[in-house]
Nanobody, 121 residues
């Protein structure tokens, strides 16, 4: 499975962006698609995940209430709607496929190339 993340860009604080993660082929129904991010000088950080089969969603506390993860199985695409963006959300955002909604990147085995999100104050 190859993943293509897109939708990043420059936005002012308080603004919104929607990221997309398109898979080259349909992940198994048991798979989980997650979003991670890595800010400048920071370690990789879990953001959110969604189960492909039933759409159950999981969020990191830092984004809960502001970000929404969703999926379109027909398009093999997962979205991350990011609202009320803050400068601390600035990072390269990656999508990944795993077998459980883990917050550890080590539990994900396919990764996209990342898309840059920059939030200005």
């Amino acid at each position: 499975v190859q993943l293509q993340a897109s939708g990043g860009g420059l936005v002012q604080a308080g603004g919104s962006l929607r990221l997309s993660c398109a898979a080259s082929k349909r992940p198994y129904s048991s798979h989980v698609i997650g979003w991670f991010r890595q800010g400048p000088g920071k370690e990789r950080e879990y953001v959110a995940a969604i189960r492909k089969s039933n759409g159950y969603t999981y969020y990191a506390d830092a984004v809960k209430g502001r970000f929404i993860i969703s999926r379109d199985n027909a398009k093999n695409t997962v979205y991350l709607q990011m609202n009320s963006l803050k400068p601390e959300d600035t990072a390269v955002y990656y999508c990944a496929v795993g077998s459980s909604p883990s917050s550890s990147g080590n539990d994900y085995y396919y990764w996209g190339q990342g898309t840059q999100v920059t939030v200005s104050s």
